[in-house]
């Protein structure tokens, strides 16, 4: 069974970067069948897709972060990261690592999220 | 960036009864290649990361109950929960995968009466 789960600091100060880990199990992340995608939540607020990975480490990103994101593959860990830099306080939100369904674009399953806080 | 938007905001009904919510796209997502909608739903339970309900805007994930159902076509889609139940109190999203970035509505919270 395919399982994901978010990790990393859950508090960032202003201008400073964000980083998460999502380790995956049940399914190796380089398999030449799922993509695997970046999704946060501001409180009280939709989703918002922040972007995807392949297997083969070709990215997409949301064009309003693409200056600030880096999504990477770490293929002997079987996870995958998420660098956001010049964090501020419209960065705290919900972060969801979720798949992306053999490249098709909609996400399942997800993580459980982890809340991360941008403040000083 | 194509807009999602659903209505209503939230949405009481009784149990039993059927529950509609819409969502809106501000620009077609059904492709004249393939003749697909790229739509999906998704169900958002209190402290849960949403679960994928319903993909090109009317194919049922495999496990997810009959009551669901999605239609629409283009810019108009409906999910329909055609006998409420209990468990099915969440807040619902629709997303659209037509074209990057994959947004999003802004989720319809569904109650029980």
């Known amino acids: 069974q395919l399982q994901l789960q978010e990790s990393g600091p859950g508090l960032v100060k202003p201008s400073e970067t964000l980083s998460l880990i999502c380790t995956v199990s049940?399914?190796?992340?380089?398999?030449?069948?799922?993509?695997w995608a970046w999704i946060r939540q501001p409180p009280g607020k939709g989703q918002q897709w922040i972007g995807t990975i392949s297997y083969s480490g070709t990215t997409y990103y949301n064009p309003s972060l693409k200056s600030r994101i880096s999504i990477s593959l770490d293929t002997s860990k079987n996870q995958f990261s998420l660098k956001l830099t010049s964090v501020t306080a419209a960065d705290t939100a919900v972060y969801y690592c979720?798949?992306?369904?053999?490249?098709?674009?909609?996400?399942?399953?997800w993580g459980q999220g982890t809340l991360v806080t941008v403040s000083s | 960036d194509i807009v999602m938007t659903q209505s209503p905001d939230s949405l009481a009904v009784s149990l039993g009864e059927r529950a509609t919510i819409n969502c809106k796209s501000s620009?077609?997502?059904?492709?004249?290649?393939?003749?697909?909608?790229?739509l999906a739903w998704y169900q958002q339970k209190p402290g849960q990361p949403p679960k994928l309900l319903i993909y090109w805007a009317s194919t049922r994930e495999s496990g997810v109950p009959d009551r669901f159902s999605g239609s629409g076509s283009g810019t108009d889609f409906t999910l329909t929960i055609s006998s409420l139940q209990a468990e099915d109190v969440a807040v619902y999203y629709c997303q659209q995968y037509y074209a990057i970035p994959y947004n999003f509505g802004q989720g319809t919270k569904l109650e029980i009466e």
């Open positions: 620009q077609s997502v059904l492709s004249s290649s393939n003749n697909k909608n790229y």
């Open positions: 979720a798949t992306d369904v053999r490249g098709n674009r909609w996400f399942d399953p």
């Open positions: 049940g399914a190796s992340i380089s398999d030449s069948v799922n993509y």
